[in-house]
Nanobody, 121 residues
């Protein structure tokens, strides 16, 4: 089994920055891709960014490209999401996930519990 634990969420003002972390434990050798998603109340879970676990390729949703950066520290089994120039519409619960290549939630079969990000205007 693989466990994912997010951290780093919080409350901040618009224009600020935040870095989320996702620590993986257990069968980390089984990880192919890692992704970040978010879900706002009443909305579907939205893809944000993904990376190959062994590094190199990254891909972003248009809504966050240029503001968010996904990275990973293989030695720490941790994936990060650096979020800059945050807006009130970025308010959501943020999830990391492990799975196969793609932007659909169905490409990922392991999920963290989520961390809340609230951006005030």
């Amino acid at each position: 089994q693989l466990q994912l634990v997010e951290s780093g969420g919080g409350l901040l003002q618009a224009g600020g920055s935040l870095r989320l972390s996702c620590a993986a434990s257990g069968r980390t050798s089984s990880i192919s891709h890692m992704g970040w998603f978010r879900q706002a109340p009443g909305k579907e879970r939205e893809f944000l960014a993904r990376t190959i676990w062994t590094g190199g390729f990254v891909y972003y949703a248009d809504s966050v490209r240029g503001r968010f950066t996904i990275s990973r520290d293989h030695a720490k089994n941790t994936v990060y999401l650096q979020m800059n120039s945050l807006k009130p519409e970025d308010t959501a619960t943020y999830y990391c996930a492990a799975g196969q290549v793609g932007q659909s939630i169905y490409n990922y079969n392991y999920w963290g519990q989520g961390t809340q990000v609230t951006v005030s205007s």
